[in-house]
């Protein structure tokens, strides 16, 4: 599509470790203290999404970098008796920037639907939080060739009601739920097939110029050997990095090759 060859260059690449439930306070402390120094001429936005207890330590460490720090989920109310639970608005004070919303670890072990990843995206939107919606195909949907209809009806549901001005802090993640933590990644082909497919869902339902803006990451066994292949294509304008994110030299060098392509 040569329109989103062009329009590449002008959308915000977004390379985001999804460190999932790794890493204590000390651990995150050392591996951001790791990091910092090697993403601090990134040209790309650089994300560390940490466990809820991590993110006091990873905010003071990161201060005054250029590392942006998420959460990896939210509850979509404002507050109540939610036992456990932590809202937007908790995570906005103290400063966390980007949360992860709907990945499928969550849909799979926590009885996580379509509706409840809408509420937190809206609750997210509402605090003033960027939401990475995480949408993707199981192995079974791919080989029964259903992975735009279940990409389709995840996009639909995941932002219904969310308007095209809060679409510009929306970040879309096509995580395919055989690729994650599976070695197994999607090739570079088959992750623009989607990423593209996903943009142009947007298009319908946001008009062209709201869908041209949409940072979508590629996630999914993505680490320093391959994403610079994934990272070229078109349509895939970041990375949602588990394990490699959690090696200080993995996670700087997929950072690297998110360097923007000459044209
Ligand atoms: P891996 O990179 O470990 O496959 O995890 C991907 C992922 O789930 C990121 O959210």
Redesign the pocket.
Known sequence: MLLDTLTKGFRKTVIAG?WKMNKTPSEAKALLEEIIPLVKDASCEVVACVPYVDLATALEVTQGTNIKIGAENCHWAESGAFTGEISAGMLKEIGVEYVVIG?SERRQYFGETDETVNKRVKAALAAGLKPIVCVGELLWERECDITTEVISRQLKLDLWGVTAEEMKNVVIAY?PVW???TGKTATAEQAEEVCEFIRMCLKAKYGLEIASGVTIQY????NDANAAELLMKSNVDGG?????SLVAEKFAAIVDAAKPAEY
């Open positions: 999804n990945h995580e690729a994650i933590g996630g999914g066994s993505m949602l990095i588990g394990g490699a």
